[in-house]
């Protein structure tokens, strides 16, 4: 079996060093690939918004607020008279934000 010839530990270090400054490189040029692309197209999924509020959204389970909302008009879309009792992470029912995630558990049917 043939033995591959020994070299410099000088010159094994130059070439680790410079593949690591070509991969780094190449790290970069895909960052900016990535960041060039276009964004997707409109998707026809998206439900509308009227008014700043979102137009017929499902009340699951667990409810992510939209913009606009408030306790009141999801308690009233979703038949859940007691959002805030069942939300103990909610301790000023004014203070509700896009965003934030509540339970619901309706008390009627929709």
């Not at 960041?35 to 137009?55: M, Y």
Request: charge should be negative.
């Amino acid at each position: 079996m043939a033995s591959l010839p020994k070299r410099p530990l000088a010159t094994v270090i130059s070439i680790a060093d410079t593949a690591s400054w070509y991969c780094a490189l190449a790290i970069v040029a895909l960052i900016l690939l990535s960041s060039l692309q276009e964004s997707p197209a409109v998707d026809d999924t998206i439900e509308p918004v009227r008014g700043g509020k979102l137009v017929s959204r499902p009340c699951d389970e667990i409810y992510v607020v939209g913009e606009g909302e408030t306790l009141h008009t999801i308690s009233d879309k979703c038949g859940d008279p007691f959002i805030v009792e069942q939300n103990p992470h909610i301790h000023d029912p004014d203070d509700v934000f896009p965003g934030l995630v509540i339970k619901i558990t309706p008390s009627k049917p929709r």
